[in-house]
């Protein structure tokens, strides 16, 4: 059973930087792109960052370009999102996602109808 657990979050001012984590456990990591979501109060959940199977190609949302670094480490199971310069708009709840699709790329995971495991999510809030 594929498990996402994430870490990381909390309350920054604006400018600001976090750095998030996935942990996964319940398959072979290395072998599924990842990615992360977010859902701010009253809004639909969007897509945030990807990276593929092998970590060689990365996928950003508009809002996440120039700002956001997803990263991950095989080694550790575990996928990393670097955010910087944060913006009040920025406040959500932050989620870590995957699926099924075996060496796939980053873009099959950019639209929540692509997901099949979601973790739990950790909150993020920026101050202004």
């Known amino acids: 059973q594929v498990q996402l657990v994430e870490s990381g979050g909390g309350l920054v001012q604006a400018g600001g930087s976090l750095r998030l984590s996935c942990a996964a456990s319940g398959r072979s990591f290395s072998n599924y792109a990842m990615g992360w979501f977010r859902q701010a109060p009253g809004k639909e959940r969007e897509f945030v960052a990807a990276i593929s199977w092998s970590g060689g190609s990365t996928y950003y949302a508009d809002s996440a370009k120039g700002r956001f670094t997803i990263s991950r480490d095989n080694a550790k199971n575990t996928v990393y999102l670097q955010m910087n310069s944060l913006k009040p708009e920025d406040t959500a709840v932050y989620y870590c996602?995957?699926?099924?699709?075996?060496?796939?790329?980053?873009?099959?995971?950019?639209?929540?109808?692509?997901?099949?495991?979601w973790g739990k999510g950790t909150l993020v809030t920026v101050s202004s």
């Open positions: 996602a995957t699926n099924q699709r075996k060496y796939y790329s980053a873009t099959s995971l950019r639209l929540p109808t692509g997901v099949d495991y």
